[in-house]
């Protein structure tokens, strides 16, 4: 995170930088950025040129493209005034193991305490009857025996607002899965996505729909720990099982993001 700074550009400084992403020509300028891919804050803070410059690059190294909400400058009124961080969405991370030759899928879900064992399940999903207590992701690779694996706290995460209030599976899950593709690509995928930082919903354009899976996991444990039995699987949900997101009215100490893509 970086403090906002009053320092500005002329125009014949604000130069614009060209790359390819998503197979498409990609124009970006601290114009362009500060008025079509950035919302001030609440006191109407806007990002300073080192703010805007580092979110250009940042795009340009990894590739991504901002008007596809593969990132985010995002500002919020902290403490000690404007601050502004650089995130990425889950889709992009995604999109970013996606495109190398070496990944070969992951496994993700959640944490969860039944009885006195912590057993973990695959997908977003948990009985009413047990304690959600993290999540975990295997990101698999076509050149290494092991998986990077990731287990997260909930607790770490969760401040019980946004979408954490309804959909705390779903989360606590890409969640995790972030954390599994980083440690997969470390090369590649460097990017944290906001559900990690406790930013506010971004909409649509941020926040992909999380779909609550309709499966039910039989972990059986195992001197301790806990095997995962593939689920079986059953039909495929309809549109009146996908979730309803709720998010909540901004708080002051949450961030200001930027409206859905052009």
């Known amino acids: 995170m970086s403090k906002q700074t009053a320092v500005t550009t002329t125009s014949s400084e604000d130069k614009p930088i060209v790359y390819r992403a998503d197979g498409v020509e990609i124009k970006l300028s ?9 919302k001030p804050t609440r006191s109407g803070a806007v990002p300073g040129d080192q703010d805007v410059i580092k979110y250009m690059m940042l ?21 000690n005034g404007p601050e502004f961080s650089l995130i990425q969405s889950h889709a992009s ?10 990944y070969d899928g992951l496994e993700s879900g959640v944490i969860v305490k039944r009885g006195d064992d912590l057993i973990e399940l695959t997908g977003a999903f948990k009985d009413d009857k047990d304690i959600l207590m993290g999540g975990w992701c295997k ?24 979408l954490w ?11 995790a899965e972030a954390a599994g593709l980083r440690e997969a690509f470390p090369n590649s995928i460097t990017g944290y996505i906001h559900e990690e930082m ?3 919903d971004a909409g649509n354009a941020a926040v992909p729909t999380v779909r609550t899976p309709n499966i039910q996991s039989e972990p059986q444990k195992v001197e301790g720990e806990s ?7 059953k039909p495929a949900p309809g549109p009146e099982d996908e979730p309803t997101p709720n998010p909540q009215t901004d708080a002051p100490d949450e961030a200001e993001v930027p409206e859905d893509e052009p």
């Open 59 to 79: 795009c340009k190294t990894q590739k991504l493209n901002p008007w596809a909400s593969d990132a985010f400058l995002v500002g919020y009124d902290g403490k």
């Open 227 to 233: 095997r995962i039995i593939p689920p079986k699987p």
């Open 93 to 102: 991370l995604l999109k970013k193991a996606e495109a190398n030759p070496q």
């Open 198 to 200: 406790g930013l506010r």
């Open 165 to 175: 209030l309804d959909m705390k599976e779903g989360m606590i899950t890409k969640c």
């Open 30 to 38: 601290i114009g362009i950025v500060r008025n079509q891919l950035t």
């Open 139 to 162: 990101v698999h690779r076509k050149d290494r025996r092991i998986p990077a694996y990731r287990r997260i706290k909930l607790a770490a995460f969760d401040k019980n607002r946004s």
